[in-house]
């Protein structure tokens, strides 16, 4: 079994910062991309930061200059520094993976549980 365990949200101010954190643990040989995503009420989860097992970004432009996910592979964790949120930042952020488990050596996607980030004053 796999699981991906996030944790770092909370309340933060307009202006504020917050840093998330994914830690993957089970059955794993390896990994693959590592994503960040969030979803609000009413709307569609949407792709927040992504990372290639290389080092390979890709934001999109509401959050690129204030976002930034990086990852340490030996650990099995991705994090999510979040820089001068704003009210529209407030979300569930869910990590998300592409695992190679141990067996048969197979790709599987992951999900975290969700961590609630709110922006307000």
């Known amino acids: 079994q796999v699981q991906l365990v996030e944790s770092g949200g909370g309340l933060v101010q307009p202006g504020g910062s917050l840093r998330l954190s994914c830690a993957a643990s089970?059955?794993?040989?390896?990994?693959?991309?590592m994503g960040w995503y969030r979803q609000a009420p009413g709307k569609q989860r949407e792709l927040v930061a992504s990372?290639?097992?290389?080092?390979?970004?890709t934001y999109p432009d509401s959050v690129k200059g204030r976002f930034t996910i990086s990852r340490d592979n030996a650990k099995n964790t991705v994090l999510l520094q979040m820089n001068s949120l704003k009210p529209e930042d407030t979300a569930v952020y869910y990590c998300n993976a592409d695992i190679v488990v141990l067996i048969h050596r197979t790709t599987r996607n992951y999900w975290g549980q969700g961590t609630q980030v709110t922006v307000s004053s």
């Open positions: 990372i290639t097992s290389g080092g390979r970004t």
């Open positions: 089970g059955s794993i040989f390896s990994i693959n991309a």
